[in-house]
């Protein structure tokens, strides 16, 4: 089945040690986005790439960055993770360009900082 | 914040009974999306209903839109002790390519 594929389900991480999050899809979908989910909350966006195009939320700390090599994969990368950056992070994707259609989500990974 | 609002919060209900959640919302959308999130888990679409439509249907699911009053329902019929999850609105202005989720329900199915 096409998805969306998340990797790790769980990371540790140390304050202030770099990580990566990564998400790849079989859907060939144009659009994807990072989403931050903290406990009892609603996904934030973080930021989105429409195809190579990047897009960043003006709310989105410079502490997060992302990379998109190709259609298939995207990465979330956090250069200086702090106490407060412990939550979910959620991948999804949609076709783009088409309208009216839905987002598909990860599992999601949650962080946890030590 | 363009924020949509839930209401209730939290919902606990018999497993049997109906359950109806509500989303307000506060521009123009082009359609407006529900998604359930089981714990520790990634959004699940649910359903989509565009603008210029007033209720859809899919199996125990309705939902009806109201955009004079912006705002939305989502119904489960005949609840089981599986629905029980959070389930979240999310508006779709267009253009953008983004959603703005509402607070979320969350929904417990007592057995």
């Known amino acids: 089945d096409a998805m969306v594929i998340q990797n790790p389900r769980y990371q540790v991480t140390q304050f202030g040690k770099p990580v990566t999050l990564s998400c790849s899809q079989t859907?060939?979908?144009?659009?994807m986005y990072w989403y931050q989910q903290k406990s009892s909350q609603a996904p934030k966006l973080l930021f989105h790439?429409?195809?190579?195009?990047?897009?960043n939320e003006a709310d989105t700390p410079d502490n997060f960055q992302s990379r998109r090599p190709n259609t298939s994969f995207c990465f979330l990368d956090i250069r200086s993770p702090g106490l407060g950056d412990a939550a979910m992070y959620l991948c999804?994707?949609?076709?783009?360009?088409?309208?009216?259609?839905?987002?598909?989500f990860g599992d999601g990974t949650r962080l946890s900082i030590l | 914040s363009q924020q949509g609002e839930e209401d209730p919060q939290a919902l606990s209900i018999q497993e049997g009974e109906n359950a109806t959640m509500n989303c307000s919302y506060k521009?123009?959308?082009?359609?407006l999306q529900w998604y359930r999130q089981n714990s520790g888990r990634g959004l699940v679409h649910l359903i989509l209903?565009?603008?210029?439509?007033r209720e859809k249907h899919s199996g125990r699911l309705r939902v009806t839109l109201d955009t004079s009053k912006k705002s939305s329902s989502l119904l489960i019929t005949a609840s089981r002790a599986a629905d029980t999850a959070s389930y979240f609105c999310a508006t779709d202005a267009g253009g953008a390519q983004k959603l703005v989720f509402g607070q979320g329900t969350r929904l417990t199915i007592n057995p």
């Open positions: 999804a994707t949609r076709a783009g360009g088409i309208g009216n259609q839905p987002q598909h």
């Open positions: 790439y429409y195809d190579k195009d990047f897009n």
């Open positions: 209903i565009r603008s210029n439509e």
């Open positions: 521009t123009s959308i082009n359609n």
């Open positions: 859907l060939n979908h144009n659009v």
